[in-house]
């Protein structure tokens, strides 16, 4: 009995060595196995910390921030001067953190801006001229001339007490006789055909009050050499200068965003215009057959020239034109 239980307890024992032997194999060897997977995982990453240091992180950095720097323009509030500053046909505030200016329309009660002082500029009329009150009862256009053949004209500024705010529609149609026009500050707008057909005006003086020209207001004014479009104008009509085949030399202010239809439509005589960076299309067969044109100068980049949409057939039948961006040159494609 007692050898029996000896050799039992002898088992037991056995049994609880292996099983200590065992275990102590599997802690070791996983510590082992570990160490290696430790010194490749170090090794790698050793590695990628140094890719990352060296190309992703510091490529990605670097790109980043140029390109952050590139893009990002500071932004702030503009905090603008009390006081306007008057500029002919209109005033402006400016921005006393970045000098930026912000321009509006005169303010005028009894005959005086009430923001920046300036007396209304009285200018007396040719007396053939017509004029109708507008629907604001505040203010007249021209709606038209008691005949056509005048030669020399000078739209009033003050009618009955009122401004003259605008050229109507059709006021000057097909006065082919017409040379010269003096137009006055109070004048914001020109009305579809105002011009229509004025064959022997030469030139024309478009003043800074002006923000916006109708359709086809200067079509068949056949005899227009050159023309300045003041910053003042923000909206140009279809057609507004189509026909005009004297016209060799034009400067389209920066308040305007595009080029509308058959603006410069068969304007033969074109051979340079100036368009500033605010344009961001120029629509269908807009400079169609300006045969002499040789020089557009634009007032941005490269890049903001491409960018631009430009309808079909925009530059049909042009000369072979040269595009002076600010950053290098364009030949026609």
């Not at 930026?100 to 005086?112: F, I, P, R």
């Not at 507008?134 to 009618?159: H, M, P, Q, R």
């Not at 309808?311 to 950053?327: A, D, P, Q, V």
Request: proline share 2%; charged share 15%; with cysteine.
């Amino acid at each position: 009995m007692k050898k029996k239980l000896l050799i039992a307890l002898l088992a037991i024992i056995a049994t609880l060595t292996c099983a200590i032997i065992f275990a102590a194999c599997d802690i070791f060897g996983g510590n082992i196995g570990n160490g290696n997977d430790n010194e490749t995982n170090g090794s790698n990453a050793n590695d990628n910390t140094g890719n990352n240091t060296d190309d992703s992180s510091g490529d990605k950095t670097g790109d980043n921030t140029g390109d952050n720097n590139a893009t990002t323009t500071p932004i702030h509030t503009h905090e603008w001067s009390l006081a306007y500053t008057e500029d002919s046909g209109r005033h402006y505030q400016t921005c006393s953190s970045c000098n930026e200016k912000k321009y509006s329309a005169h303010n005028y009660s009894n005959l005086v801006c009430e923001d920046c002082g300036k007396n209304f500029p009285v200018v007396v009329g040719t007396s053939s001229l017509k004029y109708s009150l507008n629907t604001d009862e505040k203010s007249y256009y021209v709606s038209g001339i008691e005949t056509n053949t005048a030669k020399n004209i000078t739209i009033s500024s003050l009618y009955e007490g009122l401004p003259v705010t605008s050229i109507g529609e059709q006021a000057f149609y097909n006065c082919a006789l017409l040379t010269s026009i003096t137009i006055p500050e109070s004048i914001t707008h020109i009305g579809y055909q105002a011009f229509y057909n004025c064959s022997s005006l030469t030139s024309l003086t478009i003043p800074n009050s002006v923000t916006s020209i109708g359709e086809e207001a200067f079509i068949y004014c056949t005899s227009f050499k050159s023309i300045t479009l003041p910053d003042s104008i923000t909206s140009i009509g279809d057609s507004a200068f189509s026909d005009c085949r004297s016209l060799s030399k034009i400067t389209i202010g920066n308040g305007v965003t595009s080029i509308g239809y058959h603006m410069f439509y068969w304007c033969n005589s074109l051979k340079s215009i100036t368009i500033p960076d605010s344009v961001t299309s120029i629509d269908y067969q807009a400079f169609y057959c300006c045969s002499s044109l040789t020089s557009i100068t634009f007032k941005g980049t490269k890049v903001q020239w491409n960018a631009i949409t430009k309808g079909s057939s925009w530059n049909f039948n042009t000369g072979t034109y040269t595009i002076h961006c600010t950053n290098g040159n364009i030949a026609k494609s």
